[in-house]
């Protein structure tokens, strides 16, 4: 590219269309003027532009030259071998202004930085990482998908924790939670939050339509989900996981926006079985402000069932505004984990025992309810 | 020590004698009854219809020819030992799985040729166990069987230059090497332990993972474009490796460390790295653009001219 001959416009031959006759007058204006004094602004210009070049570290060689030619006389090729601003500053003067630009752009420590990201995409594209037995991959999660959420629950939500000492340290623990919002994106900020306040990976439980849908069932498994089965949930418990259950499922996230704030039925009460069989706390939790982001107006049940999906949301602005109609509104969010329900005292058989489940069940589910119409009291609007 | 099939060996068999027989005629209990057997190993389940063959052929072979060699064994008082090699496919692959299988999970949801021959054959074992109770019957589960010299459908469709996977999934896949398939073998017929084990390297690794270690590009093709393979005569991707490439699997194989004393060697990853070594990779140039950036930072620069300037 360095050698290329750089023909400025009107220079050569006749300006003009390839008529052969008078050239248009737009063209002439471009050639070099005959007589009369030359329009200022394109004098102006290429004067400007070379002493500028030597800060700009990224401009192509080719770049700079152009200018340059427009002031050489015309009909003479020009090339960018015998006057380029580029020949005269050597490589290491480059690579110094490079330095100073990442620098001024990434701070003092640019360069470790730099290798460490490098680092980490070579490690992804090598395939050298690992994930665990349910496809969880831990440096995916952290580096991709909480950051790129983090803002959302910190800045758009303005997320607010209350209660988090309920949430234990380690070990098993299984945080129930109400569901709402459409889409579930109560779930996703539950995990950034306990991911940025206490360090632990929430694990949560999707439904099997969550797995059967393509990229969004291999993201799930990617960022800690499992199917919500007895199995799963028991083995992820035993092994000291911290378990995310929204035991409403689609009947609580497909609730019109008439009926926020009240939850629905609390399933067959599977969790509580799988609790009690493991023998770890549950936690309740309240979340307010889910409700409002995507005011489920409407639903076409018909379309619904023909795409293979529970629901399909008619909301204010989708399919109003098509995509611009999934950015969530605004409201403000407060997260209150509640205290933990011990399961540790039954034996071994309560989980057999319908009647013992149905009772703890209902008591999570009051739990609930409850903390979720005191937020709603201290709460001073949807949006603050 | 004697060997059974319709085709001689073509190597070196050492010690072994070998009876060149069809599995699904009473040959089979002769060759029982005259040798006074007293270990039986039924490897010869295929999974995928013969080039002669097709689906029925194969059915027969799997399925009459296991019936067969039950029949002859229960014929038999001087057999002791019975090992199966089952497959993982037994359990299915769906979005409704749980993510790891015991051998206590249903296996009633296989859908698919192999799959549903290998259902049926476990049924008939485990018929035969309960009407033999002295005869020690164990059923191995074993994960996809991948090594430097398998020829399955799992490794021929690894070993293609650009591997189709399915648009928008990334299965969970386990292997066993090829060597701990001999190893547990050995093992079950040493320790003589009853039951279903499933067999598998440690650890699970998703398929996107394992086209990045084998450093293979890929193209990711719609559903049907996996079918597409068979007729075009590049791979035989059958209905249950479809749906193991679409939703992944994983085998819990605490059973087999506890009870059975068995332990791989090979886990899932060592495995795969095992048999990329004799593969020629065909992708990689992102990897090494990245080596070539990183050799490009400064510190690597004055690194690099502070060991020549130590060298010369």
């Not at chain 1, 204006?29 to 030597?54: C, F, N, Q, R």
């Not at chain 1, 110094?96 to 930085?113: K, S, V, Y």
């Not at chain 2, 009854?33 to 007293?38: L, P, Q, T």
């Not at chain 2, 005569?233 to 490796?241: G, I, N, T, W, Y």
Request: overall charge neutral; some cysteine; proline content about 8%.
């Amino acid at each position: 590219m360095g050698d290329a001959e750089i023909i400025p416009i009107g220079t050569r031959g006749r300006p003009g269309r390839g008529t052969g006759r008078a050239p248009s007058a737009a063209a002439r204006a471009l050639a070099k003027p005959k007589s009369g004094p030359a329009p200022e602004p394109v004098e102006d210009a290429p004067t400007a532009t070379p002493a500028d070049l030597p800060q700009d570290a990224g401009v192509a060689a080719a770049a700079p030259a152009a200018p340059a030619a427009a002031e050489a006389p015309a009909y003479a090729p020009a090339s960018t071998h015998d006057r380029g601003p580029l020949r005269h500053i050597p490589l290491a003067e480059w690579q110094a202004a490079l330095d100073i630009a990442a620098r001024e752009i990434f701070g003092e420590q640019w360069e470790p930085q730099l290798a460490r990201f490098l680092a980490f995409l070579r490690r992804r594209v090598t395939g050298d990482y690992v994930v665990d037995e349910y496809g969880f991959d831990a440096e995916l999660t952290q580096r991709f998908l909480v950051s790129l959420l983090r803002p959302i629950a910190h800045k758009w939500f303005r997320i607010e924790v209350r209660g988090l000492e309920n949430v234990p340290t380690d070990g098993g623990a299984l945080v129930v939670s109400n569901h709402s919002g459409t889409l579930p994106m109560d779930g996703l900020m539950t995990m950034v939050m306990l991911n940025d306040l206490t360090g632990r990976s929430l694990r949560p439980l999707g439904a099997d339509l969550v797995f059967r849908l393509p990229i969004v069932g291999s993201l799930a498994r990617k960022g800690g989900a499992t199917l919500a089965c007895s199995e799963d949930a028991e083995r992820m418990l035993r092994g000291g996981e911290l378990v995310g259950v929204w035991p409403e499922g689609f009947k609580g996230i497909g609730k019109p926006y008439s009926e926020r704030y009240k939850l629905q039925r609390f399933g067959r009460g599977g969790f509580v079985s799988s609790a009690l069989r493991t023998g770890v706390p549950i936690v309740p939790l309240s979340v307010v402000g889910a409700e409002e982001i995507y005011p489920l107006v409407g639903n076409i049940p018909a379309l619904a069932k023909a795409l293979g999906v529970p629901y399909l949301p008619i909301t204010p602005f989708f399919p109003l505004l098509g995509p611009l109609g999934a950015i969530p509104l605004p409201s403000k969010w407060l997260m209150e984990f509640g205290e933990p329900i011990r399961t540790d005292e039954y034996d071994a058989s309560a989980a057999e025992d319908p009647m013992l489940v149905f009772n703890v069940t209902d008591q999570v589910r009051e739990t609930i309810q409850q903390t979720l119409y005191s937020l709603l009291m201290q709460r001073q609007s949807v949006f603050r | 020590m004697i060997g059974v099939d319709v085709v001689p060996p073509g190597g070196d068999i050492g010690g072994m004698s070998f009876v060149r027989a069809d599995i699904r005629n009473p040959v089979i209990a002769k060759v029982i009854a005259k040798e006074d057997v007293d270990t039986v190993v039924h490897l010869s389940i295929i999974s995928t219809p013969l080039a002669g063959g097709g689906r029925s052929m194969m059915k027969e072979l799997n399925v009459i020819g296991t019936m067969q060699l039950l029949a002859a064994c229960q014929k038999s008082a001087t057999v002791k030992t019975l090992v199966v090699k089952s497959t993982a496919h037994v359990y299915g692959a769906s979005s409704r799985d749980p993510a790891m299988f015991t051998e206590t999970s249903e296996t009633r949801r296989a859908g698919g040729g192999y799959a549903k021959d290998v259902a049926e054959i476990e049924g008939y074992v485990r018929g035969f166990a309960r009407r033999r109770p002295d005869v020690c019957v164990t059923t191995l589960r074993c994960a996809n069987v991948i090594g430097p010299k398998v020829h399955s459908p799992m490794t021929s469709y690894l070993r293609l230059p650009l591997i189709p996977r399915r648009l928008g999934y990334d299965p969970r896949l386990q292997f066993l090497h090829e060597h701990d398939l001999y190893g547990a073998l050995g093992h079950v017929l040493r320790s003589e332990v009853a039951g279903t084990f499933n067999l598998a390297g440690e650890g699970v690794m998703p398929l996107s993972q394992v086209v990045r270690r084998l450093q293979r590009p890929t193209l990711p093709v719609p559903s049907f474009g996996l079918g597409l393979l068979k007729s075009a005569h590049v791979a035989q991707v059958s209905p249950e490796l479809r749906a193991l490439l679409t939703f992944g699997r994983g085998i819990d194989t605490t059973r087999t460390r506890e009870v059975l004393g068995f332990e791989p060697t090979y886990s899932t990853a060592a495995a795969l790295d095992d048999f990329a070594q004799d593969l020629v990779p065909t992708g990689g140039r992102v990897e090494r653009a990245i080596a070539s950036l990183e050799a490009q930072l400064p510190s690597a620069r004055a690194q690099r001219t502070l060991q020549e300037s130590l060298d010369g």
